[in-house]
């Protein structure tokens, strides 16, 4: 008991330190560190837009020709003796650079994409873990009131087995519930401290308490997921596949390799210069077969596109159907079943005032009434989970 009342003493402490949901997620999107690594790409993609279309850069020669074993330094021995400077450079010819740019464009926004996927998912998973934490900490109090009451049925029970109206084992189970709820209350304290934990894992700040509303309302999903950064990051990446097919058409075409390189001689003969192409060959059909490579990429990620759609298609409509049964559980719970058991409670004591009733049945019809709230907590736990989860999917919509 001691160690309740600190727990929840500490709950209480901690309150006016409480943290929207919406405050948990701003942190977490400004100091995640997986959010600051794609940032880091986007940043570097953005630099490789600025290259992409750079020439190779030149090749400086320096060299001597012609060099005599018996006088490495005489350079008046023949005509061709000579030192030399060359510079040799790679031309690109036909649209290679242009298309090497939009792949860098596409690249960075297949990135951008992907941040923003990232942020959906922690959003999503913030919202999830912190439904459960106010969920299970409602749970935690209505379990101190279910002990409050078998610690009340098992003093009545001794009283009333001194007087040989029960028997032994009915003490003895009581303990045996008590004990049993002790170990469920821990359990449940200990999965109420791990998910504050899994939130500052991803948020990197101390979260103490959350301050968030638990109002349930029936939910429509927005079926639209057209522009989600998932998908889009598929289309960006069919739009490159097809820009490096084009690259490996383009490629038939080789490029030129200029060369110019100029001879110093003796001064008994006249120095000259010496020009040269280097044109590669397409003839072994290398870039061909690169072309179909990339053609079939491009069928394959048109293919997990169309498998992506039909699964978010899937995962909407069960999560909806999810949310609508959870929903209407919940209500029944809450607004049928609930109150009629409290109505049974009234009758209870109205026929103990009279003596018509063992104390007995009062207490445990209360502990009934609490074991239907639970059953209602359960069902709000799994309406807010699917509800966070959706928020991937609708992009919070």
Do not use: C
């Amino acid at each position: 008991m001691f160690k309740n009342a600190i727990f929840f003493a500490f709950l209480t402490i901690t309150s006016a330190y409480a943290q929207s949901i919406e405050e948990i997620v701003e942190n977490t999107l400004n100091n995640n560190y997986d959010l600051k690594s794609i940032q880091n790409s986007i940043f570097i993609a953005k630099e490789q837009i600025k290259i992409s279309q750079n020439w190779k850069n030149p090749t400086l020669t320096l060299g001597a020709n012609d060099i005599q074993s018996s006088n490495l330094f005489a350079r008046d021995l023949e005509p061709m003796q000579a030192i030399y400077i060359g510079l040799s450079q790679i031309v690109p010819i036909g649209d290679k650079q242009k298309l090497k740019k939009d792949l860098s464009l596409k690249q960075k926004d297949i990135e951008q994409f992907l941040l923003k996927d990232k942020k959906l998912q922690l959003k999503a998973k913030i919202y999830e873990y912190s439904y459960t934490i106010l969920v299970l900490e409602k749970k935690y109090i209505l379990l101190n009131q279910y002990e409050k009451n078998l610690n009340s049925l098992l003093k009545l029970l001794n009283a009333l087995y001194g007087n040989t109206q029960v028997t032994q084992n009915s003490i003895l189970n009581t303990d045996i519930k008590i004990v049993k709820l002790k170990l469920k209350k821990e359990n449940l304290k200990n999965t109420i401290k791990t998910l504050y934990l899994k939130l500052e894992e991803l948020s990197f700040s101390k979260i103490s308490k959350i301050d968030a509303s638990l109002n349930m309302k029936t939910k429509e999903l927005k079926k639209d997921f057209d522009n989600h950064p998932k998908i889009m990051m598929l289309v960006k990446s069919i739009d490159k596949s097809r820009l490096s097919s084009k690259l490996e058409e383009a490629k038939k075409t080789s490029d030129i390799k200029v060369n110019i390189s100029y001879f110093s001689r003796d001064k008994k003969y006249k120095d000259y210069v010496n020009f040269s192409l280097n044109i590669p060959l397409s003839v072994y059909g290398t870039e061909s077969i690169k072309v179909l490579k990339a053609k079939i990429k491009t069928k394959k990620i048109k293919d997990n596109l169309k498998t992506l759609k039909q699964k978010f298609k899937i995962s909407l409509d069960i999560l909806q159907e999810n949310i609508n049964t959870t929903y209407l559980t919940y209500n029944l719970l809450k607004k049928t079943i609930i109150p009629l058991k409290n109505k049974v409670q009234e009758n209870l004591e109205t026929y103990n005032s009279f003596n018509q009733i063992k104390p007995q049945d009062n207490i445990k019809n209360l502990n009934e009434i609490i074991s239907y709230k639970l059953q209602a907590l359960d069902e709000m736990n799994k309406y807010f989970s699917f509800m966070s989860k959706s928020i991937y999917f609708t992009q919070g919509l």
